[in-house]
């Protein structure tokens, strides 16, 4: 009866929101390394659906687990995961020109 219920509460993901993606992605590619709650909050995400995300980045190579010297598992972009950053989600890239910032005038 409990393997059943397990099953049961395997969630996975139906449709892929291709902005979610954007911002794990780009929130790794900006801070390197997280651990997986702080990814959730930083990505305004709960803990579950990001973990859904988690799994199917992990299953398509773009991110990797690695354990810190503290033993707590940590999130890293692998190089396929940057590369996808930096052809789609790289906004100087996205519009093909180097964004001007204020500073720069």
């Known amino acids: 009866m409990r ?19 954007k911002r794990v992605i780009s929130t790794l590619y ?27 980045l992990e299953m398509m190579e773009l991110i990797r687990k690695e354990i810190n010297d503290d033993g707590f598992e940590e999130l890293i972009l692998t190089e396929k995961g940057r590369a996808l ?14 964004i001007h910032h204020i500073e720069d005038c």
Not at 3 to 21: A, C, F, G, P
Not at 90 to 95: A, M, S
């Open 30 to 56: 900006h801070n390197a390394r997280m651990k997986k709650t702080l990814l959730a909050t930083a990505c305004s995400m709960g803990y579950d659906k990001c973990r859904l995300y988690i799994d199917w």
């Open 85 to 98: 950053y930096s052809k789609k989600f790289n906004i100087e890239n996205f519009y093909g020109k180097r």
């Open 3 to 21: 393997l059943k219920q397990i099953k049961k509460s395997k969630r996975e993901l139906k449709r892929i929101d291709w902005n979610t993606v």
